[in-house]
């Protein structure tokens, strides 16, 4: 769209900031004041990774942790507002144009919703985000592969439950031979979602499995 048109929009249709719901202007996702709250990711302190004992993916990359502003932003995005999602998505595909092995992958998969909070939800926070990323890069989006069976809803659960939970993702039958993919997600906790998903897409053969999560929970070292 152009300009004006856009400058006109302004004035009758102000957008909102998705975190502090002040205005902001057509050609920003976030309020500069929120963006400087954002508190990134710092990938030498491993935080994801010890969480998990048998590791199937091959590398991650996070953008933010998740509290504070970043997990009002997720709120927001989970309410309808989609922006946070751009926000995360841009801030994902600079970190994946920059990573030599993981921008050469074939496709990017954002983790599935199941059926039932999918329909509530009308769409799948990953996607949003998975979708911005596949643009921004070039690397195809593939969402008719993995699944999630109906089952509770994972944030109701503890720990324990949650890693049993995994269960709940399954996959369609594919040749993914010598195929290096990017599993997408918006929030990473106990990192056993991606993990799961990264060991299926590895039994149908895929040669490496990288993470690209939006946010991630900051781990307690006597956890
Ligand atoms: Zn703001």
Redesign the pocket.
Known sequence: MNKAINFVLDLFFPSR?P????F?RYDEL??E??IKKLKKYIPENDDILIKINDMFFDKILAGFYYENEVRNGIYSLKDGHKEFGYYLGNILSELILQDELISKSDYIIPVPMSEKSLRVRGYNQADIIAETISVKTGIKMMTDILYKNPSEVQHSLNKTQRMKNVSAYNINNTDLSGMKIIICDDVCTTGSTINRCAELLKNMGAAKVYAAVGTTTKLKRNE
Not at 19 to 22: A, D, G, T
């Open positions: 900031c975190i502090c719901r002040n902001i976030i309020c004041k929120c």
